[in-house]
């Protein structure tokens, strides 16, 4: 990222990256995602949460130097986490407008992703609701957001999936969270509310 990139993003609290994955790579990613899901099954799979633990593609992109690069320049720590990735199906909705921090059950969220896998142009967002749209505006062009930043996600915003991935304080803690549709999913690896983010299940990540 470059000075003017990284003041526009401390300013306003998102960046658009144009770019940033390949036709090519977005289609590996998809297929990674959709092969996983189909594995976990029904229940898990309408979650799409920390798909990364069961597809090592997954897991090389979001550790890779390119995403580290993105979050170490906004996040401006020594050491950072892998809090989680989420695919969101098309046509996923928020009744209203809502703080991206709020869909998570991770306190200390540093920054988020949202990246474009599918091709095609997201539809046009509601002009009378509040927020910014989550939405890139093409294939491999990913939203760099700050969590507590208000996105507007209606129900008729997209036909096209997201893939979000966040990253977190070396601090961060799980919590609970009635607002995260996958706010369980921690538990099955023996975590209370309140326990810090392990290293095992988190990977730490450095500059």
């Given amino acids: 990222m470059s000075a003017q990139q990284t003041a526009f993003y401390a ?3 998102y960046l658009e990256l144009e770019g940033l994955l390949t036709p090519a790579e977005c289609e590996t990613l998809l297929q990674a995602i959709h092969q996983t899901m189909k594995k976990r099954g029904k229940e898990e799979a309408v979650n799409g949460r920390d798909l990364w633990r069961d597809a090592p593609r997954l897991k090389t992109t979001l550790t890779s130097k390119k995403f580290q690069g993105l979050a170490f320049a906004v996040g401006k720590q020594p050491s950072l986490r892998l809090a989680f990735d989420q695919w969101f199906p098309p046509h996923f909705a ?10 998570f059950s991770i306190q200390g969220l540093v920054s988020i992703l949202f990246i474009q896998l599918d091709p095609g142009t997201p539809e046009a967002p509601h002009t009378t609701l509040l927020g910014l749209s989550p939405f890139p505006h093409g294939q491999g062009n990913a939203l760099l957001m700050k969590p507590s930043l208000l996105v507007n996600w209606p129900s008729n ?4 999936g997201l893939y979000c991935v966040g990253f977190c304080l070396p601090t961060s803690v799980y919590i609970h969270n009635p607002h995260d ?14 326990d810090p983010l392990r290293n095992d299940s988190h990977p730490l990540l450095h500059p």
């Fill in 11 to 13: 300013q306003n609290g």
């Fill in 94 to 103: 928020l009744q209203t407008p809502e703080k991206i921090e709020r869909l």
């Fill in 157 to 160: 915003h997209s036909n096209i």
């Fill in 181 to 194: 549709p996958a706010g369980i999913s921690l538990r099955k690896l023996d975590y209370g509310y309140g």
